[in-house]
């Protein structure tokens, strides 16, 4: 159920602004604040913009920022913690202790601290890159230690000794018997991370430091919810970030799973 | 026009509202403590150094100056200094002091106070930030006791409206700060930890306590000047940082009176029973301003007025006061806000927005076809000035430009302005607080440190902006206020005329009060609301539950 959920969803925020009339930045000054209409299904915002075109393409930003951020991450995780596994000795150490620094920080506070840092006067694509990078550079860590824990393990599985008593180079080993051994807990790691990304494109974009005006995103939609007069005048303003619920819903049901049947696997 | 109507309703709607707010007042009752709340804690209780708001809205209600402004009318009153004369070169003032006064430790009040406290503030060892005001063409004001209840005060060159000078500069207790003065350390004297009985002031209220981020409560001065006041037992300043929970303090009934209601939450006030007050366009004017500096990177753009004008043209005023303001703001095309009464020109041309012009005006200037594009800087704590970037985004676009918008935490905005000029437009607000032009001379001359789009210019860089320091300076000499008048409404033409900054909206003063608070009688110019705190008084039930 989650899993078709996800895929709807999914699916929906990617093609929705195909069918979507409304630009996410046009303003329509004469319907500001506009409950949902005919027209406008989720109503309008202060500037007259449509809230229903401002979720789709805003949810298609957020959503390919942190499948890119993730992927990203897990591939840094994965040369980081398959290296640091593989060849052992003092690039082990060096590399474990690197991520032991980024581990020990609150990974969501170093990714404001270091965003906040960086010039704000950024095109929105810039910023959208430069946000990717944030987010997997500061959350390689984990997954990196998770790798290096299973490459241990899978080195030390009868068919890597017989294999390495074979003669077999060191290389081929890692990339034939090893490396493949690692997908599920990269797909698990994938469908944790994923939310977790997209949760945090949210802050930024929430805290002001995303791709900022014009540019939609869902942290964007949730920022004007912190005034206390909208929920009874604004009412409708709320409903894009019910709609956002849905998703973070169905990928934490999944991400769970997957884990268990993960751990269960081993 | 629809703003204008809409704007005129609320206006009606708020003076209606008011006079029956004012009706109500008849035989004030005495004792309560009100409870008003601050966005942030004061930093000092020592009036000659606090820079910050919050500690001087506190301090105001401690201690008293010589002659007041009447926040209602504009105008100079009497405070502690009963009379005064002013002599033909209009450069020596006579002060006769009220006699029996005491400070609330008991000691009297005598001219040595008075002269102990504007050697205090003129001191430049201390750097008060008082000094500056006390400056006239850079040089101090002079002040000498004549008996024990005269001074005089002996000017550099004539000043216009010198009685605003004296306005909330605090008199101190010599018998207190002398010594700390004469060694050296009066910075440090009357800190956050001074015990509330070593402070002693000449205002309805004295200090009782202190609890760091809680509150800070001032109990009524028995020796204040005013018989028989203050009404009020004490005042409690709660700290509440975030707007959203002091609406919400304020609906619950924790706290009697919100000083500025931010307009959107107006209507969500008045929908749970708070008796709101309107008092139409405050003194504050924001506006974007360009940046003309040397280094400035876009300065081959900005510097060309028709580029400047055409975006201009091609601002939506009345749109941002009313999706941004809720009509409860008016839009401006000078710096002089029509709620300043005695300044305000109203001639200046209010050109509506004209896209067809502005896109004209740009071609004419040799910039059709050219991708243009620059940032606006903009506080992130003001949600009103990121709108109204916001608004200029979409509205430039139509003529093709390109803006990218830059939010910053406040401190960090100001010091890209005022210190590494590192912008290329930002959007600001100015004129909070008095309705004469002298406290803006450091904006409007070409050597002033505010003088924002170009500012500390050792010669004026533009022959319009030598004209400007030739007006300003003859408005600040002048001592009558037709011709004062005369200049300064040439200023605001020509400031207008130059576009240096685009003039966007003058958002109204909205004040709230829970319906129990009798003599509220709140004004544009700032403290709001407990300008006259002396004499407000709490009714012993109010209509709000």
Redesign the interface.
Known sequence: MARISLIVIVALLLAGPLFCPFDPIAQDREAASSPPTIHHWLGTDDYGRDLAARFLYGGRWSILTGAAATLLALTLGWIAGGAAGFIGGAADAIIMMVAEWFLAVPWLYLLVAARAAMPLDLSPRVAMLAIILLIAIVNWARPARLVRGLVLTLSRKGYVEAARGFGVPRWKIFVRHILPGTAGLLTAQALLLFPRFVLAEVTLSFLGLGAGEPHPSWGALILPLKQIYLLSDHWWTLLPTLLMLPFFVATAILAQGLEKRYRLSR | MSWIRRTGAVALAASILQTALLAADAAPQHGGTLRVVQRAEPKTFNPVVALDAPSRDILRRIHADLISIDRQTQTTVPALAESWTRSKDGRTYRLKLRKEVRFSDGAPFTAADVVFSFAVYLDEKIKSPQRDLLLIDDRPIECRAIDAWTVEFRLPQPYAAAERLFDSVALLPKHRLENAWRQGNLQDAWSLSTPPEEIAGLGPFRLKSYSPGERVVLERNPYYWKKSLPNLDAIEFRFLPDE?VQ??RFVAGDVDILNRVNP??A??LQ?KGASLADLGPGLEYNFLCFNLSPNSSKRAWFENRDFRQALSLAV?RE?MA???FQSRAAPIWGHVSPGNKLWYFAQLPRTPRNVPAARELLKRAGFAGKPMDF?ILVS?SS?ER??M???L??DWKEIGISV?????EFRAMLDRVLNTRQFDTCILGLGGGDADPNPEMNVWLSSGAMHLWNPNQPHPATPWEAELDSLMHRQMVTLDYAARKQAYDRVQQIVAEQAPMIFLVSPHVVVAQRGNVGNFRPAILDHQTLWNADELYLKTAGPVQ
């Open positions: 959203d609406l919400a959107k939450s209507r969500y929908s939506d749109a009313r999706i941004i940032s992130a949600a990121v709108q970037a916001t608004m985004q979409s990218n918008i830059v939010t910053l």
